[in-house]
């Protein structure tokens, strides 16, 4: 097992990481910008390495920068936690060729999943369900319209560089394709410095479940059942759960063999999320493949009573899996706080809070880097809180959440506490009948 590891992470999920290692009798190295002296995650881990300035650039995705930081302290492992550097197929490899283990799935991994015209060509060949649509990339205008009629509209044009939604374009009928197909191209050479586009058919009102992997070095892949994942706005989430209000077992069944075929396609090793649009007759669709831990982990945590960061660090340290599948013994459902002004079209409101009481009691779990007297600092994400409740309806978990919810002080700045008090009343959010649409009717009280 590893000595040391080094976190390459700020906010809940390097205090997240930090501790299971503590658990594990490993010793921990944070790496900080100048705007996180302050932060949990400097103060718990057992040594801190500042990075540079607060520009993420300068730190969190300075590599040489966290190389350096690795090799003073003598780590033998680097875990990503999300965001950052969490995807990059280039740090991966170098935390290689400098003997120190990468916390997550091989380049070569990640660079399959990373491209999503290979990725989705991969899925075809395991013979996992993918949208319907034209297959590689969009050389024409032309070839487009001509696809378009053979698939049928509504299509949708997407970025194969892209991802989380940035630099897709829906298109209802010919009329609206070429500026469509100019202003898609555009967005993604200018996102990813990469303007390859491809078409699929535009799958309405879907939603998006995504199924928990881990697999071993050896070959073994297992999963850990859904998360319902339809509660966004402008693709970020807010609220995930698990089980999914839309599962069958049977429905679980196909999905859960599906995301085993995907990632043993690629002989899949860590932690890992397969992404699907799943429609009203629950036809299910590979969407992307996450090679990554991702926020909403602990939902999938609650269910199945199993520690993802612990798995995914033995993962790396060369031990197998038992190959078993998890179905969800309990409800968990997660809200996110974020440091945003959900009456003012979620605007950041970053700033010192000045009060903070977090709740607790039976079935909750707060994974939060704030404290009384912190400044959240305004060059990350938002998110300052994740709230997850357990229990053994779904309801119970709605009830669970909403009493936590009203229990939370935070006074200094604005935060989503308002909206996820309003949701959890929401009948139909009760109900369990939303998807990835939802939010954009959704109107503050
Ligand atoms: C789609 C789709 C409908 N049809 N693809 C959004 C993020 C990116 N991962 C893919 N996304 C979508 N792809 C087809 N063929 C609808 C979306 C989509 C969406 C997906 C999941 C969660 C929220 C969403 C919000 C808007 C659009």
């Not at 309990?330 to 009481?357: K, Q």
Request: proline share 4%; glycine share 8%.
């Amino acid at each position: 097992m590893f000595k040391k590891i080094l976190i390459a992470n700020r906010g809940e999920i390097a205090l997240r990481v930090i501790r299971t290692c503590r658990e594990m009798g490993i010793k921990t190295v944070a790496v900080y910008s100048t705007a996180d002296k302050e932060s949990l995650h400097v103060k718990f881990a057992d040594e801190a390495v500042c990075i540079g300035k607060p520009a993420s650039f300068d730190s969190y995705l300075n590599i040489p920068h966290i190389m350096a930081a690795a090799e003073i302290t003598n780590a033998d492992a680097i875990h990503p936690g999300y965001g950052f550097l969490a995807e990059n197929a280039r740090f991966a490899e170098i935390c290689g060729e400098h003997e120190i283990k990468f916390i997550g799935p091989t380049p070569a991994m990640i660079n399959s999943m990373g491209d999503k015209i290979t990725a989705k060509e991969t899925m075809i060949k395991a013979g996992v369900p993918v949208v319907p649509g034209g297959e590689g990339l969009l050389e024409s205008l032309d070839q487009a319209k001509g696809m378009a009629k053979e698939v049928g509209y509504p299509i949708i044009l997407k970025a194969t560089a892209g991802g989380g939604g940035k630099g897709m374009r829906v298109v209802w009928e010919e009329a609206d394709m070429e500026r469509a197909y100019n202003t898609a191209k555009a967005e993604a050479g200018a996102s990813f410095k990469n303007d390859g586009i491809y078409m699929e058919k535009f799958v309405e009102e879907p939603r998006h479940i995504e199924i928990q992997v881990a697999g071993d070095q050896y070959g073994k892949v297992c999963h850990l059942s859904e998360r319902d994942c339809s509660i966004q706005r402008r693709h970020q989430k807010l609220v995930e759960e698990s089980p999914s209000p839309f599962m069958t077992p049977e429905l679980r069944q196909r999905m859960g063999d599906a995301a085993i075929k995907a990632a043993s396609a690629i002989n899949y090793e860590s932690v890992g999320t397969i992404e699907f649009l799943v429609d009203k007759h629950r036809n299910f669709f590979f969407m992307e493949m996450n090679t990554r831990i991702q926020v909403e982990h602990c939902v999938t945590e609650e269910v199945v009573n199993f520690d993802l960061i612990k798995e995914q660090i033995k993962i790396a340290a060369g031990d197998s899996i038992s190959g078993l599948n998890y179905e969800p013994q309990m409800h968990a459902i997660e809200c996110r706080i974020n440091a945003e002004d959900p009456y003012n079209d979620f605007r950041p409101s970053p700033g010192r809070i000045n009060v903070l009481h977090q709740p607790g009691g039976h079935g909750i779990r707060v994974d939060s880097h704030a404290y009384a007297g912190y400044t959240i600092p305004p060059y990350y994400d938002s998110m300052i809180a994740k709230i997850i409740a357990v229990a053994r309806t779904r309801e119970e978990a709605i009830n669970t959440m909403h009493r936590a919810l009203s229990e939370y002080v935070i006074e200094g700045i604005k935060t989503t506490i308002p909206f996820h008090l309003q949701l959890m009343k929401d009948e139909r959010f009760r109900s369990g009948d939303f998807n990835t649409k939802f939010l954009e009717s959704f109107k503050m009280q």
